[in-house]
């Protein structure tokens, strides 16, 4: 596995980095994206650095446009990959022109996707990793880097609630803060609905179903436009489950082009191998299959019931 060490190498011998992540980019992949980017940018000047793939997400102004270079530009440079767990989920997959590329993740290791890598599991977020690499090569943290960071810890550890929020995150967590961030700007500017989100989640939540410790929620193609919702303000609104008494495991059912798209997630059961049986993957508590088909709703609801 590359080190801190190895992985400041190859940032040095290369002239022109280009940095990638997962496909429908969450905090965690555009911040430790971004939040690279400008580390490197402020630490490295004579170095160009571009960022490669969409921005939609919610919220989309806290983020910086993306660069996506061009081809011949890619070829040449130090392709990074952060907060990607296999090839078929980094979104732009041009960083196959370059000879050259490094990955930097926290999923629980499923194929290879570059010959250089560093995967740590046990962190909570690839934000983090991004943190500790510039904790280790002595590099300056902007307020703007910390920012981005912070957003891909917080909203990774679903605000600093999960398992892995421990003493190692918060020693990272004071090396950001001495950068004179605000965390509170950081919070509203990724969390924040407008009033028209924030009603379409409270008609969301009158359609949870709950079985035994599970809550579920199944929404088809007609429900998303009665309800004026895209798919992907859909999928970010499945952790309204995360907090009901007696409920361990929950799950999102959303119609796609070719399925439903589905988010698994669990408090204390692992269930990412119910997502593997379906093509999906992800981390232990929180995983995902890309599409399955409707009468598969109904078997992979009892298997989480068994989980
Ligand atoms: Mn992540």
């Known amino acids: 596995m590359l080190t801190y060490k190895e992985i400041r190498e190859f940032i040095e011998r290369n002239d022109s980095i280009v940095i990638f992540r997962h496909i429908h980019g969450d905090y965690d992949a555009y911040g430790a994206q971004l939040g690279l980017k400008e580390l490197?940018?402020?630490?490295?000047?004579?170095?160009?650095?571009?960022?490669?793939?969409?921005?939609?997400?919610?919220?989309?102004?806290?983020?910086?446009?993306?660069?996506?270079?061009?081809?011949?530009?890619?070829?040449?440079?130090?392709?990074?990959?952060?907060?990607?767990?296999?090839?078929?989920?980094?979104?732009?997959?041009?960083?196959?022109?370059?000879?050259?590329?490094?990955?930097?993740?926290?999923?629980?290791?499923?194929?290879?996707?570059?010959?250089?890598?560093?995967?740590?599991?046990?962190?909570?977020?690839?934000?983090?990793?991004?943190?500790?690499?510039?904790?280790?090569?002595?590099?300056?943290?902007?307020?703007?880097?910390?920012?981005?960071?912070?957003?891909?810890?917080?909203?990774?550890?679903?605000?600093?609630?999960?398992?892995?929020?421990?003493?190692?995150?918060?020693?990272?967590?004071?090396?950001?803060?001495?950068?004179?961030?605000?965390?509170?700007?950081?919070?509203?500017?990724?969390?924040?609905?407008?009033?028209?989100?924030?009603?379409?989640?409270?008609?969301?939540?009158?359609?949870?179903?709950?079985?035994?410790?599970?809550a579920y929620l199944v929404l088809s193609d007609k429900d998303l436009k009665i309800m004026n919702l895209t798919y992907r303000e859909a999928k970010d609104m499945v952790n309204i489950m995360g907090n009901i008494a007696g409920i361990e495991k929950y799950a999102m059912f959303v119609e796609y082009e070719n399925g439903y798209g589905v988010s698994l997630r669990s408090h204390t059961h692992p269930i990412s191998w119910i997502a593997e049986k379906y093509g999906g993957g992800g981390h232990l508590n929180a995983s995902g299959i890309s599409a399955v088909k409707e009468e598969d709703i109904k078997y992979i609801v009892k298997l989480l019931k068994e989980a």
């Open 40 to 214: 490197i940018k402020n630490n490295y000047p004579e170095k160009e650095v571009y960022s490669a793939g969409d921005r939609d997400i919610i919220n989309p102004d806290f983020l910086d446009d993306m660069d996506n270079p061009d081809v011949e530009t890619i070829s040449r440079s130090l392709c990074i990959i952060v907060d990607t767990s296999t090839r078929d989920r980094v979104e732009n997959k041009n960083y196959l022109l370059s000879g050259n590329s490094i990955r930097i993740d926290h999923h629980p290791y499923a194929e290879e996707i570059c010959k250089h890598e560093m995967v740590d599991p046990s962190a909570s977020s690839a934000s983090q990793l991004i943190v500790e690499l510039a904790m280790d090569s002595g590099w300056s943290m902007s307020a703007r880097a910390a920012e981005f960071l912070y957003a891909g810890i917080s909203s990774d550890t679903l605000k600093m609630t999960i398992d892995k929020v421990d003493e190692r995150l918060f020693l990272d967590l004071a090396f950001l803060m001495k950068s004179h961030f605000s965390v509170n700007k950081v919070n509203r500017a990724i969390y924040d609905q407008n009033t028209e989100l924030f009603n379409k989640e409270t008609q969301l939540r009158t359609r949870i179903r709950f079985e035994g410790d599970i």
